[in-house]
């Protein structure tokens, strides 16, 4: 366990194989065009140039495994030789990457409260997704029984692990998933009654402001992240110290 700034990139882990970097909020984790500067990815291979050479899901994409959002902080894992990412993503693909995921929720009134009593703990959240809103920028889940729910494809799980109240109307939620779906955690959360505090999509309040007056990012973290070493199959577990407050 170690403190992060939570404000600037590093790579806080890594082998000859793979790496764990840490990407903080506002920065994209990958290119959408060759040469693209500013994303995580970028910033890894300007000091990594050896990873440059691995041909992902998408050529552009290098090795990286999974994306965070924009404005997530958080642990993105990257394969650093081609034989790391076949062997990586094969471990995808069979769920046994695994990301931990903290979250600082407010308390949506207009959305019926599902969080079960803290004795239901560990609970699963398991729908399918479709695009929907302006320009498509948001998922809603789809659940058994609901209209475009055959036609969406597979199903994606949210485990909620531990909820935490630290003030009237405002939570502190771990979750952790395998595969994952876009906005996968948001929604999921604001579906409960809780959306994630500054997110500019599914909550209708506005961001928290730090003690300066200026307003926090999304209050989501990916600080925990579990998969096999793609050389001898171990286990690696890596977790960053969790913030217990929100902050920038």
Not at 22 to 50: C, D, N, Q, V, Y
Not at 56 to 62: D, Q, V, Y
Not at 169 to 184: D, F, K, W
Request: proline share 8%.
């Amino acid at each position: 366990m170690s403190a992060m700034d939570f404000t600037v990139p590093s790579i806080v882990l890594e082998t000859p194989s793979w790496a764990l970097v840490f990407k903080p909020h506002g920065m994209p984790s990958a290119p959408l065009s060759e040469g693209e500067s500013g994303t995580i990815l970028s910033w890894f291979l300007a000091r990594r140039g050896e990873a440059n050479v691995v041909m992902g899901k998408k050529a552009i994409e290098r090795g990286l495994l999974h994306r965070l959002d924009t404005g997530t902080a958080g642990l993105v894992l990257i394969a650093k030789t081609q034989g790391a990412y076949d062997a990586l993503s094969e471990a995808q693909t069979k769920s046994r990457i695994r990301k931990g995921y903290l979250a600082f929720c407010v308390r949506d009134e207009d959305t019926p409260e599902s969080l079960p009593p803290d004795q239901a703990l560990p609970f699963a959240v398991r729908s399918r997704f479709r695009a929907f809103g302006p320009g498509r920028r948001m998922v809603r889940p789809l659940f058994p029984g609901m209209r475009g729910y055959a036609e969406a494809g597979r199903d994606y799980e949210t485990l909620i692990e531990e909820i935490e109240m630290i003030e009237t109307g405002m939570a502190r939620i771990r979750v952790s998933l395998a595969l994952g779906y876009r906005h996968q955690v948001r929604a999921h959360l604001a579906f409960l009654g809780y959306p994630i505090a500054a997110d500019p999509l599914y909550s209708k309040k506005p961001a928290p402001r730090d003690d300066e007056g200026a307003e926090l990012p999304l209050q989501l973290y990916a600080p925990s992240i579990s998969f096999p070493d793609p050389v001898d199959g171990t286990e690696v577990s890596f977790s960053l110290q969790l913030p217990d407050r929100m902050s920038r």
